[in-house]
Structures are given as structure tokens and as C-alpha cells.
């Protein structure tokens, strides 16, 4: 099993920046890969981010191409997401997701809210 914690949510206006931490724990040795989802009111839960975890390797959804920067610190078992120049569409709940093999792990969430 692994355990997820999501922190650094929180209020910002448009055109601000917040990082958000996930850390791991359990049989972090298992992770091959991490991602952030989000999901915003009323809408599907939707892919924002990955990174693997054992070589350098990113992905982005193309909404948040080039303000959003996914890192790892394999040390720690921590995931972050830099976001940058955030917007109101931004606003969501924002999981953490770690993948091992055969298996998916969830975070409980962290709120985002930009006000415009």
C-alpha cells in the first residue's frame, strides 16, 4: 500500500502562483509514477500532470503547458506541481495519484481557488 497527502492548496488571486506537495509513504519502493488530477465544480475529474519516478520524464495536460511544472524528490518520496500565472479556471480539488504496478493510489485532495 501506498499513502498519499496532498498539501499547499489554498486562496490566490489570478495571475498568482501556488505549489502544491504530495507525500508519499508505504511502499513508495513499489511507485514507478506520479500524477496530479484535479476536478473542478461540476466537472469530470481531469489529468493535469505526471512525472515517472525513475527516469526524467514529464507529461502535461495541454491546458497547463508552460505555467505548470511537475517535479520529484525521490529522496523524500515527495511530488510537486509549481502553477504559475493561475487563472480562474484553475479553481478545483487537486489529487494526488501514484502508480505501481497493478495498482493506483489516491490522495484525499487539496482545494485550490483562484479569485479573479
Known amino acids: 500500500q501506498v499513502q498519499l497527502v496532498e498539501s499547499g492548496g489554498g486562496l490566490v488571486q489570478a495571475g498568482g502562483s501556488l505549489r502544491l506537495s504530495c507525500a508519499a509513504s508505504?511502499?513508495?519502493?513499489?511507485?514507478?509514477?506520479m500524477n496530479w488530477f484535479r476536478r473542478a465544480p461540476g466537472k469530470e475529474r481531469e489529468f493535469v500532470a505526471a512525472?515517472?519516478?525513475?527516469?526524467?520524464?514529464?507529461f502535461y495536460a495541454d491546458s497547463v503547458k508552460g505555467r505548470f511544472t511537475i517535479s520529484r524528490d525521490n529522496a523524500k518520496n515527495v511530488v510537486y506541481l509549481q502553477m504559475d500565472s493561475l487563472q480562474a479556471e484553475a479553481t478545483a480539488v487537486y489529487y494526488c495519484?501514484?502508480?505501481?504496478?497493478?495498482?493506483?493510489?489516491w490522495g484525499p485532495g487539496t482545494q485550490v481557488t483562484v479569485s479573479s
Open positions: 495519484n501514484a502508480e505501481s504496478t497493478g495498482s493506483h493510489y
Open positions: 512525472v515517472s519516478w525513475r527516469v526524467s520524464s514529464t
Open positions: 508505504g511502499r513508495t519502493s513499489s511507485i514507478t509514477g
